[in-house]
Every structure is written in structure tokens, then in C-alpha cells.
């Protein structure tokens, strides 16, 4: 009986040693990177750091390639139809007007505009924070927030974003990009 406890502790003591050593590897089974070449060529492309890409697409989709919100968001970053067909339009990315929801979902369309997107709201607001907040909640809100004090113009009380959901969402993407900078340095 006391070889069974023995044997069951030292079971969990080299668990807990694995773990330590391979916390990264194990937290790379959570925080994919899938599609690095895409994410890699919008990133370099439009001056968007990957991880926070990558962040944009764990919280959006969790990688689900043909992921539909119930508001009609499409594909791995969950673009808005019309705000996809207004980027792809402004920078000559192929949207086919009659086929336009499967152009949207096909992945290298789909990080191709949110990306960026992405990048006109970080060169817009000039600040993360208030970036994501105006991917979610749309540049309106976030010009309103501004305009109203209910946001800083430097993001420094991003927690007074007054729609709980998009509050909640830069939260989750701030938390997911600090997690993929710091496993994947």
C-alpha cells in the first residue's frame, strides 16, 4: 500500500516536471499558428505583427476556416460582408461581387483583408487598444467613445469601453497576443 503512494507521488512529481519544461510546446497545442505563410505575407505586407494576427483569428475564430457569426461575420477573422467588399474594393483585392461570401471565406482572401483592416484601424487610432475595439465594435462607436471622453485618444482607460461585449473581446485578443509573443519569441 505505501509502494502505490510512493509510486503516485513521484508519478505526479515528474508530471509536474514535464510541464514545466514543455510549457511552451503545451501551450502551442492551444495557440496555434496555423496559415503562417498567409499571416506571414499580410503581416510583413501591411506592418502588422503576427502574433497579433494571430491573436485577432484565436479570438475571432478559434481557426474554424468557414466560421459565421450570428451577425453574418465571415471566415478566420470574421469580417463583416460589406466592410470586406469596401477594403477588398480600396486595395484591389479579388472580390466577385456575385460570389462575394465564398471570396470572403476563402482563407488567403480572409487574412488578406482583416489583416488589412486591421491595419488601417492601428494606423488610424494609433493604438492597439482602440484598434481592436473599433474591429469589433466598428470606427463609429470608437470615434463617438473619443469624442464623448468616454475614451482617452491614447487608450489609457481602455477599460471604460461601455459595450460589455467588446470591452470582454479587446481583453481576450490583448490576453491571446501577449501569450503568442511570449511562446512564440
Known amino acids: 500500500m505505501r509502494n502505490k503512494g510512493i509510486l503516485w507521488i513521484i508519478s505526479i512529481l515528474i508530471i509536474i516536471v ?3 519544461f514543455n510549457k511552451n510546446n503545451i501551450l502551442k497545442i492551444f495557440y496555434p499558428k496555423k496559415y503562417e505563410e498567409i499571416v506571414y505575407l ?3 505586407e501591411y506592418n502588422v505583427d503576427e502574433n497579433l494576427i494571430y491573436a485577432v483569428i484565436k479570438a ?6 468557414n466560421a459565421v457569426s450570428n451577425k453574418n461575420a465571415l471566415g478566420l477573422m470574421q469580417i463583416m460582408e460589406d466592410t470586406a467588399k469596401d477594403i477588398a474594393k480600396k486595395n484591389n483585392i479579388q472580390v466577385d461581387e456575385n460570389n462575394a ?3 470572403i471565406l476563402d482563407i488567403n482572401n480572409n487574412i488578406n ?4 483592416y486591421l491595419a488601417t484601424l492601428l494606423e488610424k487610432y494609433q493604438n492597439t487598444e482602440l ?3 473599433a474591429y469589433n465594435a466598428g470606427t463609429g462607436n470608437v470615434d463617438n467613445w473619443i469624442e464623448k471622453n468616454i475614451l482617452n485618444k491614447d487608450g489609457s482607460n481602455i477599460e471604460n469601453i461601455p459595450y460589455k461585449e467588446t470591452n470582454n473581446y479587446v481583453r481576450i485578443i490583448l490576453q491571446n497576443y501577449k501569450i503568442y509573443s511570449e511562446i512564440y519569441k
Do not use: C, H, P, W
Not at 483583408?113 to 488589412?116: A, F, R, S, V
Open 113 to 116: 483583408i482583416g489583416t488589412k
Open 42 to 44: 499580410y503581416a510583413k
Open 101 to 103: 461570401r465564398q471570396d
Open 18 to 20: 514535464f510541464l514545466a
Open 60 to 65: 475571432e475564430s478559434n481557426f474554424v476556416e
Open 131 to 133: 484598434a481592436l475595439a
